[in-house]
């Protein structure tokens, strides 16, 4: 099972972008504890949503995770240009393993 | 607030064994009843869970990424606040950033250290 990512996306500044993570075989739900991380280059990735949708501490409010459908989603809202970097999520797949999507790499034109 | 801290071998030879150690600081009292991970990075490439070590029995108890199973082990030293990774048998393709992390019940890596650049050659 491979979890999946959008390679890139685009957002103007001010924008509404959403990036999914979902499963080669399969949908996600909430039972699968997604969990998205931000990072910028040469930085050890941030923890921005856990559980699907609860934001970590200190994390902006124009992030937010949801289930859209058979995908876990990370929607920013108001893009701003310090959101351009790259973007993981991560599944529980259970039996105490976890796997990541290849990222998505956000860019704010 | 929690600090982690990875340290160890920066270029190891091809075949030999690869060897991190993380060090807990801080709120480190966690440390003998948290979850401990190690993933990596390698360069220009996205995220890769190794495997984990739980508080459970003496010498606590492990999961690890299936595709590493074999080559990899973590241990925790609880009296030393720390954890480590030994990587068997290292080729090219285990050339990365090695990142330490804290899983949160909720299944999640809250706390994270600033990486290792580890090079097979």
């Known amino acids: 099972t491979v979890v999946t990512q959008e390679p890139s996306l685009s957002v103007s500044p001010g924008g509404t972008v959403i990036l999914t993570c979902g499963l080669s075989?399969?949908?996600?739900?909430?039972?699968?504890?997604a969990s998205w991380y931000q990072q910028t280059p040469g930085r050890p990735p941030r923890t921005l949503i856990y559980?699907?949708?609860f934001r970590s501490s200190g994390v902006p409010d124009r992030f937010t995770g949801s289930i859209l459908g058979d995908k876990a989603a990370l929607t920013i809202t108001g893009a701003q240009a310090e959101d351009e970097c790259d973007y993981y999520c991560a599944l529980y797949m259970g039996s105490g393993t976890w796997k990541f999507g290849g990222g998505t790499k956000v860019t704010v034109l | 607030q929690l600090q982690l801290q990875e340290s160890g071998s920066g270029v190891v030879q091809p075949s030999q064994t690869l060897s991190l150690t993380c060090t807990v600081s801080?709120?480190?009292?966690?440390?003998?009843?948290?979850?401990w991970s190690w993933l990596r990075q390698p360069p220009g490439r996205g995220l890769e869970w190794i495997g984990y070590?739980?508080?459970?029995?003496?010498?606590?108890?492990?999961h690890y990424n299936p595709s590493l199973a074999g080559r990899v082990r973590i241990l925790l030293d609880r009296s030393k606040k720390q954890f480590s990774l030994n990587l068997t048998s290292v080729t090219a393709a285990d050339t990365a950033v090695y990142y330490c992390a804290r899983i949160q019940p909720r299944q999640y890596f809250d706390y994270w250290g600033q990486g290792a650049l580890v090079t097979v050659s």
């Open positions: 559980n699907t949708n």
């Open positions: 801080g709120d480190s009292e966690s440390v003998p009843t948290d979850s």
């Open positions: 075989s399969g949908s996600v739900s909430t039972s699968w504890y």
């Open positions: 070590i739980f508080h459970s029995g003496i010498s606590g108890s492990t």
